[in-house]
């Protein structure tokens, strides 16, 4: 399953962190692609599938994805597991990882329209994952029989160590750009995206053993990989939705019972701004006598808070708060 970064860079210190980790795996990319992947030779197949198929492949696995949100940045996950897994049995693995960059390098510029620095992180992150997947492949595949169970184990094991690193990178950037930890957040994500893996990864092996035996038959795995990829977006769907019911019943809960009202009042804004993936909440207080200031207290995602501050209103926002009370 490939694990894509989505969230935007961050100015300051933090962001040069980002950039810094960037360049660390291009780095580690480029020597893995040379020292450890181009040496590999690929399995004996009863046939062998080109470059030019598993681009497009590839290509198409990045434009289908799942994004699930981590505060204020996201994560995409993909089918990138079926044209991996199938690529490893029927191509060299250099041609593999190599397609696999040209694939999503494309869908990220052409469909994505990702930025420079964001298109370096994925890309880099993609290749030193992927080379850690071929080199355990090879190790792992029995080249006699490469479709027993055991090879199929190793296979698995492969894919879930190269997903694991991905995760592990990418949490890492996360936790550069956010300046904290959130070991409930990760926890939870990694663990979708591991069981994700397993899943993708067993589809891949069905496909393997249909093309190695009778290709005719490959049609056959279009229904249900476009259900489990259905069934990942009802998952994430439901997840937000879980995720903004609980934080509606918390921010009730905590206003009712704190006596602290301006403690209560941060944390709610706190919250919004991780829920809504929002750079800054506050919430305005109008005055119930004439003469009464209007006060507005705001968080913003640095923390920043401000408490009742004065502010001045235009006339009509004035007029539309009259009908509705204070806004959040």
């Known amino acids: 399953m490939t694990n894509e970064a989505q969230g935007a860079?961050?100015?300051?210190?933090?962001?040069h962190r980002v950039h810094l980790?960037?360049?660390?795996?291009?780095a580690a990319a480029i020597v893995l692609l040379v020292e450890v992947v181009a040496p590999l030779h690929g399995i004996p197949a009863p046939r062998q599938i080109p470059w030019w198929v598993l681009i497009p492949l590839f290509f198409g696995a990045e434009v289908f994805v799942v994004h699930i949100?981590?505060?204020?940045?996201?994560q995409s996950f993909s089918l990138s597991e079926l044209p991996l897994v199938v690529g490893f049995f029927f191509a060299p693995p250099?041609?593999?990882v190599l397609s696999m960059v040209c694939g999503t390098a494309l869908a990220l510029v052409i469909h994505r329209r990702q930025s420079p620095l964001k298109l370096a992180f994925n890309l880099a992150?993609?290749?030193?994952?992927?080379?850690?997947?071929?080199?355990?492949?090879?190790h792992l595949v029995?080249?006699?029989?490469?479709l027993s169970a055991l090879s199929f184990l190793g296979v698995l094991v492969a894919v879930i160590a190269g997903s694991a690193i991905q995760s592990l990178v990418i949490l890492t950037a996360i936790s550069f750009s956010e300046g904290r930890i959130d070991f409930a957040g990760i926890l939870s994500t990694f663990g979708f995206t591991q069981a994700a893996t397993v899943v993708n990864t067993c589809l891949a092996l069905i496909g393997v053993r249909i093309v190695w035996q009778n290709p005719s038959e490959l049609w056959l795995l279009v229904i249900p990989t476009v259900g489990v990829f259905v069934a990942y977006r009802f998952y994430v769907a439901e997840r937000e939705k879980r995720d903004q019911v609980d934080f509606l019943y918390q921010s009730s809960k905590q206003l009712q019972r704190t006596e602290a009202v301006d403690e209560a009042v941060a944390a709610l804004l706190?919250?919004?701004?991780?829920?809504?993936?929002?750079?800054?909440?506050?919430?305005?207080?109008l005055p119930t006598r004439e003469r009464d200031a209007v006060l507005?207290?705001?968080?913003?995602?640095e923390q920043t808070t401000q408490f009742m501050v004065p502010v001045t209103l235009d006339e009509p926002f004035l007029v539309d708060c009259e009908l509705g009370g204070s806004t959040l």
């Open 125 to 138: 992150n993609f290749t030193v994952a992927n080379s850690v997947v071929a080199l355990l492949f090879m």
């Open 94 to 96: 250099l041609i593999v």
């Open 69 to 74: 949100q981590f505060r204020r940045d996201a």
């Open 296 to 301: 507005r207290t705001a968080v913003d995602t």
């Open 270 to 285: 706190s919250k919004s701004c991780e829920v809504f993936r929002a750079e800054i909440a506050e919430i305005t207080f």
């Open 142 to 146: 029995n080249h006699h029989d490469a």
């Open 21 to 26: 980790l960037t360049v660390v795996l291009v």
């Open 9 to 15: 860079a961050t100015p300051g210190r933090r962001g």
